[in-house]
């Protein structure tokens, strides 16, 4: 909806009312239709001012709209009919204008915005491109190589750097709508050819091929198989080389193809998941909307290896006072010194001035006796973490939280330590903990919504997703990485190499494969964790068959490498070799071919032609198999909570939603077949036994993926 408003005697106000956001639903474009007509039709209205109610301008075309039928008048011709008005029309641009709704303000003869405001063209983040003429205003607006960087990105600038594209004609710290009201004011009289933005010539750069042929490159590099990306190339490439009607005609194409494609469909799902992990629920019935968080203003982190330091620089750069506590005195000093780099380089980037003065640091556990909420990160070592929680339950205030960086262990034991275990939970964070999107926020039996709440609250002050989630070994992300990881072992014993086991992940979109992945995070960090369990132990120790554990299959070739020091990137050799330690750069290992040929011989394996396919089916639907026991289990209260885990955390192309999405896209029951069938030929390997979910959701006509939680609701009752 829209409403209308004379204001200053000749002004036609236009403001959009659609809350949240004011997206351009089929009920707001009618309005915007019939509000231009009425202001061009009334003699007394020398301009128009469109503006956004409570402070936004325009969120964009409205998503909940993609998936249904379009009705309403569309958004091109309502966007061109502003172009062709016989009347200024001026955008007043406060809070934002994104996607469509830069689309109309570029429709607009000026465009005025809060210097809060931010301005872009996202739809490639919803495998879309800028489609009501977006793709071929801006360049025409702000040349060839500002625009796409910014259509291709979809990255948010703010009115300064608008200002500064030439996006945007004026800012003000003033209430903007006034502003634009007086500016319409003025330029009632002005031409207005000069300010419709469809009829610019598109400037383009000397070298315009060879910036284009730059510019496609690096996105097929960096898409990973997005297809949206290419399609923003190509439409600002139609831009600046096709007069305008052919641009539009090109820009339509180009979207009709993105629109229907499951890619788009994928993107737009993730969307709306990425909102759904904040509306979290607990099995006790709490949730996000019924448990209040506490404020916190000073925290504390306990251990300063890797993490604590990257939980550090992620808490005082959101502003929090932070106790920072390393017991060894040269370990403080190098953490306090790589501390301050990482801030020092963060605040850099982003023009401000570093957070250093937020850090206190100290060898003394006793310094954290004030503070809010601790995040205890030292080493992933059960003992350890049991001593360091009793020793904070007696230090602190009663009232802190305490909070444990643990990637898998139990939350529950570690809050028996204390006095009060209501107040401890989970805060798994993703090395490089400053950097990585994602927090899981595990809650166990005895963790209190408040607890929860907060630990919530804190992860988005500090700029994380977070998802809350149940307590179980590996949480969500890493108990789903253990049957991936485990095929990825299997499928070497029966023949495939670590090369084209990576190249099918990374073909199907992982920024890398799982044993690249295992070089860059370090071989023996498993290793430890399966030496505690028992499992990686030589078969003298246990009587136990190299391939059998606790009447499993089992692969000890991550255990025979590290016996060898190959622990991957930082030993120089691993899955791969490298040309030193540290190196990034994998090659084939001959060494490592002989090893597999040598190992297969020594336990009879005959290793037989892999191909992609059952690289794929068996990696991916293991690892989807897991995610419906976490489900069924009521780890995670959705589908969704998994997704998002997975594409923020693990890698998990974007573009494909998730793996619980993906398992919806290829079909439950062909997943259900396949598990089946790969558990037929290998029944010693539990993990591919198909979960009872699973089969629930498929003998229930496999509802879409929107409504796979209440079939869930069903089964847990039933359990
Ligand atoms: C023909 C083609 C034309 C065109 O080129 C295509 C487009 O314009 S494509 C569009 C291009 N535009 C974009 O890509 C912009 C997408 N939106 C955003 O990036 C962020 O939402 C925004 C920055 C606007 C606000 O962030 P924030 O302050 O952190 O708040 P938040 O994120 O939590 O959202 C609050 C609520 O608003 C909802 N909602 C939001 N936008 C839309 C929408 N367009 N529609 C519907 N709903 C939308 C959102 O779901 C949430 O609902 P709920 O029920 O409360 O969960």
């Known amino acids: 909806m829209a409403q209308y408003t004379r204001v200053s005697g000749s002004v036609g106000l236009i403001t959009l009312q659609s809350p949240p956001?004011?997206?351009?639903?089929?009920?707001?474009?009618?309005?915007?239709?019939?509000?231009?007509?009425?202001?061009?039709?009334?003699?007394?209205?020398?301009?128009?001012?469109?503006?956004?109610?409570?402070?936004?301008?325009?969120?964009?075309?409205?998503?909940?709209?993609?998936?249904?039928?379009?009705?309403?008048?569309?958004?091109?011709?309502?966007?061109?009919?502003?172009?062709?008005?016989?009347?200024?029309?001026?955008?007043?641009?406060?809070?934002?204008?994104?996607?469509?709704?830069?689309?109309?303000?570029?429709?607009?003869?000026?465009?005025?915005?809060?210097?809060?405001?931010?301005?872009?063209?996202?739809?490639?983040?919803?495998?879309?491109?800028?489609?009501?003429?977006?793709?071929?205003?801006?360049?025409?607006?702000?040349?060839?190589?500002?625009?796409?960087?910014?259509?291709?990105?979809?990255?948010?600038?703010?009115?300064?750097?608008?200002?500064?594209?030439?996006?945007?004609?004026?800012?003000?710290?003033?209430?903007?709508?006034?502003?634009?009201?007086?500016?319409?004011?003025?330029?009632?009289?002005?031409?207005?050819?000069?300010?419709?933005?469809?009829?610019?010539?598109?400037?383009?750069?000397?070298?315009?091929?060879?910036?284009?042929?730059?510019?496609?490159?690096?996105?097929?590099?960096?898409?990973?198989?997005?297809?949206?990306?290419?399609?923003?190339?190509?439409?600002?490439r139609a831009a600046a080389t096709l007069p305008y009607n052919q641009g539009m005609e090109r820009e339509r194409e180009l979207l009709a193809t993105l629109f229907t494609s499951g890619q788009a469909h994928a993107l737009q799902y993730f969307f709306f998941a990425q909102r759904a992990v904040g509306r979290w629920s607990m099995p006790s019935g709490a949730r996000w909307d019924t448990s209040k968080p506490r404020p916190v203003h000073k925290a504390a982190v306990i251990g300063l290896g890797t993490m604590g330091r990257g939980i550090t620089v992620a808490l005082a750069q959101a502003g929090f006072s932070v106790v920072a506590v390393e017991t060894q005195e040269k370990q403080l000093m190098e953490a306090k010194q790589a501390i301050s780099g990482m801030l020092e380089r963060g605040a850099k980037r982003r023009g401000v001035a570093p957070a250093l003065d937020k850090i206190n640091y100290g060898r003394n556990i006793q310094s954290v006796a004030d503070v809010d909420l601790v995040i205890e990160a030292v080493f992933e070592d059960m003992a350890l973490k049991k001593k360091v929680f009793q020793q904070l339950s007696a230090v602190c205030k009663p009232s802190t939280f305490l909070c444990s960086n643990t990637s898998g262990l139990d939350i529950d034991q570690l809050a028996c330590q204390t006095r009060n275990p209501e107040l401890v939970v989970g805060m798994h964070f993703f090395a490089p903990a400053h950097v990585m999107k994602l927090l899981e926020v595990v809650y166990g039996p005895k963790s209190s919504p408040l607890a929860v709440a907060t630990a919530m609250q804190l992860g988005k002050k500090i700029g994380k997703v977070s998802v809350a989630v149940g307590n179980c070994r590996g949480f969500v992300g890493n108990r789903m990485l253990k049957p991936y990881l485990e095929q990825a072992l299997f499928l070497l014993e029966e023949g495939a190499t670590p090369e084209f086991v990576d190249q099918v992940l990374e073909e199907f979109g992982f920024a890398m494969g799982v044993f690249r992945m295992s070089d860059l995070s370090g071989l023996d960090v498993g290793w430890k964790v399966r030496m505690a369990d028992g499992l990686a132990m030589p078969d003298s120790t246990t009587g136990q068959p190299t391939r059998l554990r606790q009447g499993r299959r089992y692969s000890p070739l991550g255990d025979l490498l590290c016996e060898q020091r190959r622990f991957g990137q930082k030993t120089g050799r691993g899955w791969y070799q490298y040309d030193k330690p540290g190196s990034q750069v994998a090659k084939p290992d001959p060494w490592l071919h002989r090893f597999l040929d040598e190992y297969r011989a020594r336990h009879a394996l005959v290793a037989h032609r892999i191909d992609h396919q059952e690289v794929l089916e068996r990696c991916l639907y293991s690892m989807i198999n897991e995610g419906f026991r976490i489900l069924e289990d009521g780890i995670a209260a959705g589908p969704e909570d998994i997704d998002v885990i997975y594409v923020f955390g693990y890698s998990w192309p974007r573009h494909r939603g998730g793996p619980m999405f993906y398992a919806a896209t290829v079909g439950l029951n062909k997943v259900l077949e396949r598990l089946e069938h790969y558990y037929q030929a290998h029944p010693d390997v539990p993990s591919l036994q198909p979960c009872p979910l699973l089969r629930k959701l498929v003998a229930s006509g496999s509802p879409p993926i929107q409504k796979w939680r209440e079939v869930i609701k069903k089964v847990r009752s039933q359990l």
């Open 21 to 236: 956001v004011n997206a351009l639903s089929a009920a707001v474009r009618q309005g915007i239709v019939d509000l231009m007509q009425r202001a061009l039709s009334e003699p007394e209205v020398k301009s128009v001012v469109i503006c956004g109610q409570n402070g936004i301008f325009c969120g964009g075309a409205d998503i909940k709209e993609f998936g249904g039928q379009m009705s309403g008048p569309p958004l091109i011709p309502m966007i061109h009919a502003i172009e062709a008005a016989s009347k200024p029309v001026v955008a007043a641009i406060e809070g934002i204008a994104l996607g469509g709704g830069l689309e109309l303000a570029l429709g607009c003869h000026y465009r005025i915005a809060h210097s809060k405001a931010k301005v872009g063209l996202p739809e490639v983040t919803l495998g879309l491109l800028p489609g009501a003429g977006g793709s071929q205003r801006l360049p025409r607006l702000i040349g060839v190589p500002a625009a796409l960087d910014l259509i291709t990105t979809g990255r948010h600038v703010t009115a300064a750097e608008a200002l500064k594209f030439g996006l945007v004609d004026q800012i003000t710290d003033h209430n903007t709508v006034n502003v634009a009201v007086k500016f319409a004011q003025r330029v009632t009289d002005q031409p207005l050819d000069a300010r419709r933005i469809s009829t610019y010539p598109c400037l383009c750069p000397p070298d315009v091929d060879v910036l284009f042929e730059e510019v496609m490159q690096s996105v097929r590099r960096t898409a990973r198989g997005a297809i949206a990306p290419i399609a923003c190339v190509q439409a600002v």
